[in-house]
């Protein structure tokens, strides 16, 4: 049988078939962080003589809230660090950190074929580099790195393919918003999104994690991309330089439980108006006249409503959808010589990222504008730590969940791309980034 | 991550007719701050904006009867402790998100698969008693309905053991590393 990508990487990583359909399937890296492995960790040291799979298997970090913001999050990232340290394992602790989703892949921690999962949602952004990627629980994860194994109902396979070249002020932040739009906020579950094109060829590693990253959003296992030039080159100039993977390709005539094909050059800047992330719109364009009305009272908004009529309290770039050097210099492209005009949170994907942002000078950029640029973490994106929306409030945010509460309680939250959120935060409402360009030459 | 399992559970039913309940929604993140299990019950549906009021008229209930897809987003098993912790023993759904899915079986809390017809008329239950065993349940005395659980996750979700599971995989798994 022809196969899809995934399907050749599934295949290569299973141990055994289950009862009902199940599989247990290896686990070449676990990925853990100070919110969700303590727990399991803990039950492995009482229960299995803290006995694990094999620790070079596992690359910790503290990346949610760091550094600690009282005594709970310090315990723990405590119990991360001692952990660590006692079995071995790559740590990496405030100061060399990075988000998971950032920092895995700059360093070199994963490579095309591998088989990867972390108690984080998110982690199916790995699945930009042609890994199988994929978020699960806190017990789930304590079994892969007890054991080196997942039990998984293997996933179909839906192939989106993204047809021609997305316009130039189209980003990957606005294709992977379109994707959920496309095939709902649920369509992918159950799927694999096996994304191919000459849209996605053309997008660098940087742009690729930022499409894969929400896939989970339309309830997809993970989204993947085949390896290429663009992913040798990545994995070539990182700390790591991994080199003996192979780049698995999908089979020609592979089959595919569903296929979906979308057009690269129709995609436009959008931002979400509702309550999930598949509720967007371009933000030319308006609420739509079908608005769900519990969406919209969440969001006190109405159909209709101009996008770019809607006035913010705050603005975010940041997260694991959109965080690393490309989506900086974005931002910075619009901010330059500008002024924000409500409080502006840019917070940097990793310490690496922080500092090369730092060596081209992006930080003073962001801090002329009147932004507050700050260390790397998770950040205002889950309402955990810093930033945190008041109720009633509106953010504009680089992220990528827009639930209710999501970044503080009662707090609203529209989704966008990098330079969208910073021509919003200069305009104090959502904007498009052409309005500050036009600006410009209307203050000449 | 170990709850007392019930092979009856049984209760009143808290409806939530909406889809796509989401894990922010269940527990907020600034509640995930514990390394372990406990707590996070008094702050259920905190991110819920009629969640309050929801528990409010639902006292007591152990049966959530809810649309699709529920416990998207986050990947936080800090949702099924937060069900757990406020007696909640079973959520009744057309579907569920991946993770959610796992991480229910994985806790004791019974996912309830059912065709969206049968959830809506399960909405309107006073009591629910569900055999987890016999893959059956019955709504105020009707006739029984008939679900299917995962036929594996079954025993994670009646007994717990899903680690004990794995770790006995270890000598297989281990051989076929050898072997790759």
């Known amino acids: ?444 | 991550m170990t709850g007392t399992r019930h092979m009856i559970v049984e209760g009143t039913v808290l409806p939530i007719p909406r889809a796509n309940i989401d894990t922010d929604q269940i527990i907020p993140a600034h509640y995930l701050t514990r390394i372990d299990a406990d707590g996070m019950g008094e702050h259920l549906f905190e991110g819920m904006p009629d969640g309050a009021d929801l528990l409010a008229r639902h006292p007591g209930a152990a049966i959530i009867v809810t649309g699709e897809n529920f416990g998207c987003g986050s990947s936080r098993e800090h949702a099924a402790w937060a069900l757990l912790g406020r007696g909640f023993r079973a959520v009744i759904a057309p579907s569920f998100a991946r993770i959610f899915h796992e991480n229910a079986y994985n806790n004791g809390v019974v996912p309830v698969i059912l065709p969206q017809e049968t959830v809506d008329a399960l909405m309107s239950a006073q009591t629910i008693a569900i055999d987890v065993a016999g893959e059956t349940l019955r709504a105020d005395g009707a006739e029984p309905i008939a679900f299917a659980l995962d036929p594996l996750r079954k025993q994670f979700v009646l007994g717990g053991g899903f680690l004990k599971y794995l770790h006995a995989k270890i000598p297989a798994v281990r051989a076929w590393e050898a072997a790759r």
């Open chain 1, 1 to 444: 049988m022809k196969r899809s990508l995934f399907d050749k990487i599934w295949d290569a990583h299973v141990v055994d078939e289950l009862p009902g359909g199940n599989a247990l399937v290896f686990m070449d890296l676990v990925v853990a962080h100070e919110i969700t492995t303590p727990p399991g960790a803990i039950a492995i040291e009482k229960e299995f003589d803290d006995e694990l799979y094999e620790p070079d298997r596992i690359v910790a970090m503290i990346d949610h809230v760091a550094p600690a913001k009282d005594a709970a999050t310090a315990l723990q990232a405590q119990t991360v660090r001692t952990w660590a340290k006692r079995q071995g394992i790559r740590f990496h602790d405030i100061g060399n950190n990075g988000i998971c989703h950032v920092l895995v892949p700059e360093r070199g921690y994963v490579t095309p074929g591998m088989s990867v999962c972390c108690g984080d949602s998110h982690t199916c952004t790995l699945g930009a580099l042609g890994a199988f990627a994929l978020g699960i629980g806190t017990t789930a994860q304590a079994g892969a790195m007890l054991a080196g194994c997942l039990i998984l109902q293997r996933p179909k396979v839906m192939r989106i393919e993204i047809t021609g070249e997305l316009p130039a002020d189209a980003t990957a932040k606005d294709l992977t918003l379109s994707v959920i739009a496309t095939i709902g906020f649920r369509g992918g579950t159950g799927y694999v999104l096996e994304y191919t094109g000459s849209a996605v060829r053309a997008l660098n590693m940087e742009q690729r994690m930022t499409l894969c990253n929400m896939a989970i959003e339309a309830g997809a296992t993970t989204g993947i991309i085949a390896a290429d030039a663009t992913t040798a080159a990545y994995l070539a100039a990182t700390p790591a330089a991994p080199a003996g993977w192979t780049a698995l390709q999908a089979d020609d005539d592979a089959e595919y439980a569903a296929t979906v094909t979308i057009d690269g050059s129709a995609i436009r800047p959008v931002v979400s108006w509702g309550t999930n992330p598949g509720e967007n719109a371009p933000v030319d364009g308006a609420v739509p006249a079908d608005a769900p009305a519990e969406s919209l009272a969440y969001m006190d908004l109405r159909p209709g409503q101009a996008l770019r009529s809607i006035a913010i309290d705050q603005a975010f770039i940041g997260s694991c959808t959109n965080s690393r050097i490309g989506d900086l210099r974005a931002a910075a492209a619009v901010l330059r010589g500008q002024q924000v005009s409500v409080p502006t949170i840019i917070t940097p994907g990793s310490q690496a990222v922080r500092r090369q942002a730092e060596r081209e000078g992006l930080h003073d950029i962001f801090q002329d504008a009147g932004a507050l640029w700050t260390h790397s973490s998770c950040g205002p994106c889950l309402g955990m730590s810093m930033g945190v929306l008041a109720a009633g409030t509106r953010c504009v945010s680089s992220s990528n969940r827009n639930f209710p509460g999501r970044m503080g309680d009662g707090g609203r939250v529209h989704l966008a791309a990098p330079a969208v959120v910073a021509a919003s935060a200069i305009l104090g409402r959502i904007a498009s980034p052409s309005e500050i360009t036009s600006r410009e030459v209307v203050l000449a």
